[in-house]
Nanobody, 114 residues
């Protein structure tokens, strides 16, 4: 069983930055791809960014150039550095271990005020 625990969310003004962290329990973190998703009120959950076990990354068009996903396989942690935040980035952000069976964190709230 894997547990994913997100942290780092909060309230920030537009143009500001936040760094989200997701710490994974267990011993399988380093061999699995990880992703960050977000869900805004009244909207479907959407993919924000992914990173493979080897460090290759992908991003949603809406966050390219502003967000950076990274991972530390020693600390079993994946990060999402979010810069130049916009009000439309307001959502609950979820960490996801991309495998079968997959695992999700409980989410961390990000609110960007205008």
């Amino acid at each position: 069983q894997v547990q994913l625990v997100e942290s780092g969310g909060g309230l920030v003004q537009a143009g500001g930055s936040l760094r989200l962290s997701c710490a994974a329990s267990g011993s399988i973190f380093s061999i699995n791809a990880m992703g960050w998703y977000r869900q805004a009120p009244g909207k479907q959950r959407e993919l924000v960014a992914t990173i493979t076990s080897g460090g290759r990354t992908t991003y949603a068009d809406s966050v390219k150039g502003r967000f950076t996903i990274s991972r530390d396989n020693v600390k079993n942690t994946v990060y999402l550095q979010m810069n130049s935040l916009k009000p439309e980035d307001t959502a609950v952000y979820y960490c996801h271990m991309i495998r079968l069976p997959d695992y999700w964190g409980q989410g961390t709230q990000v609110i960007v005020s205008s």
